[in-house]
């Protein structure tokens, strides 16, 4: 029997709305167009500017015991009257050639979840249940290592990604708020850190960049014409996919001058209009000066923004500088690489850890791509294990609310004075 085709979002709206979003569909459409008749001209000068290089053929992906671990968490919380609960999972695969040889190992996945008081910043807590995620990712990832001794390790994202924004929540009292696994957020942060650097030191590590958004190459143009107007304004995965050929790299090592790397590039762009504004690029300097002054004046917000996320707080054992200047050292030390492994996909950004043979990981990746995503395999495989879903939070806490009403010692206006959807339209 052939599956019944379910109705789109946009067909279950009423006519008006309907109507109106696909005329929206078409000026947005008709916007594109005219973007890309723009772009043409400056993605043809770029293209000449770029090095690819071709992905070596070194072995046949048999010779390779090769894991992946991703983690998943729940993409909405279930906000009832009391708490807010969120819900994490981590797990990984072993592929031994092409042979899966963890399917009957009880460890490789691992479910958590989060459930605080309904109280304080949203986004603070969406911050500590992606970290709480990342914990158990990160284990699960050390665990694979240990167990299998993989020649390759593929991780779901970058390896210092989760450092974003942690300056919101590293102050934050976590048992007052209802996390009784850790003190405070400094120290969830903390496990995190130290997880990553064990990780990256392992030797196996690649992390498997998806949702990049950084504009190095735009930021490498700019830094040669000070000029908006000069590059493509689009992030690298975009100017990528329309310049380089399946089954060639590249690498953010052929741009970089200096000490400057990727995340300088990127942040150029971020901050130009700042470094206009505070008078840091000037008419009256030589272009040389004018990239020395900008570049340092990135460097210097770079180390202030990082140090902010990653130091204790109120530490003063170190100047800010100093620690600031490691932190950039260890995070843009790992070499950033963009592979276009199928002709139907975007490229991907592989991230090195320490002692990682580039050749090899490019090798299997080409020849373990899923051409569909553009993704090795692996990686596709251990996302579609460990993805949840966004009613996930609300059945978690339906399950803690049935049980609940089940116990004779307690009421039932007691548990839904603590239980009930905070939106009763919503369904919690």
């Given at each position: 029997m052939f599956e019944e085709e379910k109705p789109s979002a946009m067909s279950k709206l009423p006519f008006k709305l309907q109507v109106d979003l696909y005329e929206h569909a078409r000026q947005a459409a008709s916007r594109v167009f005219k973007e890309i008749e723009i772009e043409r001209e400056k993605l043809s000068r770029v293209n000449n500017l770029l090095k690819f290089r071709d992905i070596p053929e070194v072995l046949s992906s048999k010779d390779l015991r090769v894991g992946a671990v991703d983690g998943s968490s729940s993409p909405t919380f279930s906000d009832r009257l009391g708490y807010r609960i969120g819900v994490y999972a981590a797990c990984y695969i072993v592929f031994d050639g092409n042979e899966i040889i963890s399917d009957?190992?009880?460890?490789?996945?691992?479910?958590?979840?989060?459930?605080?008081?309904?109280?304080?910043?949203?986004?603070?807590?969406?911050?500590?249940?992606?970290?709480?995620?990342?914990?158990?990712?990160?284990?699960?990832?050390?665990?694979?290592?240990?167990?299998?001794?993989?020649?390759?390790?593929?991780?779901?994202?970058?390896?210092?990604?989760?450092?974003?924004?942690?300056?919101?929540?590293?102050?934050?009292?976590?048992?007052?708020?209802?996390?009784?696994?850790?003190?405070?957020?400094?120290?969830?942060?903390?496990?995190?850190?130290?997880?990553?650097?064990?990780?990256?030191?392992?030797?196996?590590?690649?992390?498997?960049?998806?949702?990049?958004?950084?504009?190095?190459?735009?930021?490498?143009?700019?830094?040669?014409?000070?000029?908006?107007?000069?590059?493509?304004?689009?992030?690298?995965?975009?100017?990528?996919?329309?310049?380089?050929?399946?089954?060639?790299?590249?690498?953010?090592?052929?741009?970089?001058?200096?000490?400057?790397?990727?995340?300088?590039?990127?942040?150029?762009?971020?901050?130009?209009?700042?470094?206009?504004?505070?008078?840091?690029?000037?008419?009256?300097?030589?272009?040389?000066?004018?990239?020395?002054?900008?570049?340092?004046?990135?460097?210097?917000?770079?180390?202030?923004?990082?140090?902010?996320?990653?130091?204790?707080?109120?530490?003063?054992?170190?100047?800010?500088?100093?620690?600031?200047?490691?932190?950039?050292?260890?995070?843009?030390?790992?070499?950033?690489?963009?592979?276009?492994?199928?002709?139907?996909?975007?490229?991907?950004?592989?991230?090195l850890g320490e002692g990682v043979d580039l050749d090899i990981v490019l090798s299997y990746s080409l020849k373990n791509v899923n051409v569909v995503t553009g993704i090795p395999f692996p990686i596709d495989l251990v996302d579609e294990q460990v993805s949840l879903e966004k009613e996930i939070a609300r059945e978690f806490a339906e399950e803690i609310e049935t049980r609940l009403l089940l116990e004779s010692e307690i009421s039932s206006e007691e548990v839904e004075a603590r239980l009930e959807p905070l939106n009763p339209q919503k369904g919690g």
């Open positions: 009957k190992d009880d460890e490789t996945m691992e479910a958590g979840y989060m459930m605080v008081n309904q109280v304080g910043d949203i986004e603070q807590t969406r911050k500590i249940l992606t970290l709480l995620m990342t914990v158990k990712e990160r284990e699960k990832a050390l665990r694979c290592i240990e167990k299998y001794d993989v020649d390759i390790l593929l991780i779901d994202g970058s390896f210092y990604g989760f450092r974003t924004r942690c300056s919101e929540i590293k102050k934050l009292d976590l048992a007052e708020i209802g996390i009784s696994e850790y003190k405070t957020g400094w120290e969830l942060i903390n496990h995190v850190l130290k997880s990553t650097r064990k990780l990256v030191k392992s030797g196996k590590a690649v992390g498997v960049i998806k949702r990049l958004r950084s504009c190095a190459i735009d930021g490498w143009i700019l830094s040669k014409t000070w000029s908006k107007k000069s590059i493509v304004n689009r992030n690298d995965r975009s100017v990528l996919r329309s310049l380089m050929p399946c089954g060639k790299y590249f690498d953010y090592r052929d741009i970089h001058e200096d000490e400057w790397t990727y995340l300088h590039y990127s942040n150029l762009v971020t901050w130009y209009k700042e470094l206009v504004r505070n008078h840091i690029i000037r008419e009256d300097c030589t272009p040389e000066d004018n990239v020395k002054r900008a570049f340092e004046y990135v460097h210097s917000k770079l180390k202030t923004q990082i140090a902010t996320d990653l130091t204790p707080p109120n530490s003063h054992n170190e100047p800010k500088s100093k620690v600031g200047e490691d932190l950039v050292k260890e995070i843009t030390s790992r070499p950033r690489i963009h592979a276009r492994l199928s002709r139907y996909a975007a490229p991907i950004c592989l991230e």
